[in-house]
């Protein structure tokens, strides 16, 4: 069964470094979004992208967050300068071409800024 | 804005028992999808059920049955013959046919021996 995938499963970074997480989402898939989700609390959305665009992003996706596909199979979020605020697990999500579907995760990847 | 309330924050329950999660959302919208997502300890999160808010039915998936009531925006979860692998993080979220997923704040389910 396709699933989405992330690298790397643990990242450590001091703050200010710069970070790019990594997803390779279902291949067949057209959405893609980053959700973001604190140790002990809700995930929550980042961003969404479609189309080679963002198509929505939260608050919480400042300047310092970007996302790219910068070929038909990564979609990748990079954090310019690591805040401590920013430990987190990251988790990508796919969905397929209907509006109807259910997001498909990957294993997320635990951020640590320290 | 679409809110998802989880008003359980941990529920436990005894292996082969049934147990039902609650799920509460706010929209102004009529055309969208409750799901339940499960996150284990390895923090994976793994589609439970889905129901589209068009249909009167409410989804089955094994064990697992939701009891939607579209008028009264509830969408709860039962859980029957638990199992030691139900133990997980449960998080009730909201899509619409926009792009982004709402979710609650989770439940922590935890299947007693």
């Known amino acids: 069964e396709p699933e989405v995938t992330q690298t790397p499963s643990h990242q450590v970074t001091q703050m200010g470094q710069e970070v790019i997480l990594r997803c390779v989402p279902i291949s067949n898939h057209l959405y893609f979004y980053w959700y973001r989700q604190i140790l002990g609390q809700k995930v929550e959305f980042l961003v969404s992208?479609?189309?080679?665009?963002?198509?929505?992003k939260s608050e919480i996706f400042d300047d310092q967050f970007s996302v790219e596909r910068p070929d038909g199979s990564n979609f990748t979020l990079k954090i310019r300068s690591t805040k401590l605020e920013d430990s987190a697990m990251y988790f990508c999500a796919s969905r397929g071409a209907s509006g109807r579907e259910e997001q498909y995760f990957g294993p997320g990847t635990r951020l640590t800024v320290t | 804005a679409q809110t998802v309330t989880q008003s359980q924050p941990e529920m436990s329950v005894q292996e082969a028992e049934t147990v039902t999660l609650s799920c509460t959302y706010d929209?102004?919208?009529?055309?969208?999808?409750l799901f339940w997502y499960k996150q284990p300890p390895s923090r994976q999160m793994i589609l439970v059920i889905r129901q589209e808010a068009y249909k009167q039915q409410n989804a089955t998936e094994n064990r697992f049955s939701v009891n939607f009531q579209k008028a009264a925006k509830s969408f709860s979860l039962k859980i029957s013959d638990s199992q030691l692998g139900d133990t997980a993080m449960y998080f009730c979220?909201?899509?619409?046919?926009?792009?982004?997923?709402?979710f609650g704040t989770g439940t922590s389910l935890t299947v007693i021996p």
């Open positions: 992208f479609y189309n080679n665009e963002i198509s929505e």
């Open positions: 929209t102004s919208e009529s055309n969208y999808y």
């Open positions: 979220a909201f899509g619409n046919t926009g792009n982004q997923f709402y």
